[in-house]
């Protein structure tokens, strides 16, 4: 991999983890046309991965030191046998409510592979996937503002993301995209759903790039470290700028700039496939 392919990447990475525009599907996308798939590929995915997740940690460092602070607080009212599910105040709240939209994902984690390998051969499954992330995002826009803030948050409402962050293992269908619409459609405020939606992703993101990091290592996969981080440091800092954009949009309800960029690219990509396999000939 060359320097330009990896600052491209990580450009591609940084921007698409939290666009609502899929940031796997264009990495996916990028490697089918434009490099080799493989483990190698992988690994460097994971990366990328690892970057924005240091953007998101930056971004919203204020919200994740509240988190930490009050989850010590939590896990002492447990012991000593003083929580109440009545009395929770929003932070305490949304951990709780992150709990278990993280363990929607418990019983479709095994499918990962399965999914990775099904789009991996049939790039024709992302453009679907780009067409169903047109569409969520279409219909976002067009809900009634919500009022629920992190201390009004219901199971239900935690339930509704979690279904929605466990759809978006599909290539193609941006997990910040999904995760955002699953709060809006449930009500939340736009701060709240952008906010939830990025907190939520954080373990997430990073159980899976260990477990890639770690298969990558027991492979003995050759790695050039000098490409690897400068992606990383590229994804990181357009990451940073990135979340600043999707806040605005969300504020601005602008979400159909992204419908309708999702639906030409998903359209572009089934095209595309369809004349790679023959189907059609030009």
Not at 30 to 55: C, K, M, N, R, W
Not at 114 to 132: M, P, T
Not at 159 to 168: E, K, R, S, Y
Not at 242 to 264: E, P
Request: include cysteine; proline fraction near 2%.
């Amino acid at each position: 991999m060359t320097i330009l392919e990896a600052i491209i990447q990580g450009i591609i990475q940084g921007l698409t983890e939290f666009l609502p525009v899929s940031s796997s599907g264009h990495l996916a996308v990028f490697q089918h046309f434009f490099g080799s798939s493989g483990e190698g590929d992988l690994f460097f995915s994971a990366i990328l991965h690892l970057g924005t997740l240091v953007a998101v940690v930056l971004a919203f460092r204020d919200t994740f030191a509240a988190l930490v602070a009050e989850c010590f607080a939590l896990i002492k009212d447990i012991f000593t046998k003083k929580f109440s599910w009545k009395e929770m105040n929003g932070e305490r709240r949304m951990i709780i409510m992150l709990i278990i939209s993280l363990a929607v994902l418990i019983p479709l984690y095994p499918l990962k592979d399965v999914v990775e390998s099904v789009s991996e051969k049939h790039i024709l499954v992302i453009g679907f996937c780009f067409l169903y992330t047109a569409v969520i995002l279409f219909l976002s826009d067009r809900v009634t503002k919500g009022k629920r803030e992190p201390k009004d948050i219901t199971v239900k409402n935690a339930l509704t993301v979690g279904i929605f962050q466990g759809i978006a293992l599909f290539p193609g269908i941006s997990r910040s995209g999904s995760t955002i619409c699953g709060g809006l459609f449930s009500g939340f405020t736009r701060e709240t759903a952008v906010k939830y939606s990025f907190v939520l992703g954080t373990p997430t993101i990073l159980a899976g790039c260990l477990l890639e990091v770690k298969d990558a290592v027991e492979e003995g996969i050759d790695i050039d470290l000098i490409p690897v981080a400068i992606g990383f440091v590229v994804s990181a800092v357009v990451g940073v700028l990135a979340i600043k954009m999707v806040n605005w949009i969300v504020k601005n309800d602008k979400f159909i700039i992204f419908s309708v960029y999702t639906l030409i690219l998903g359209l572009v990509v089934i095209g595309a496939s369809v004349i790679e396999k023959g189907w059609i000939s030009l």
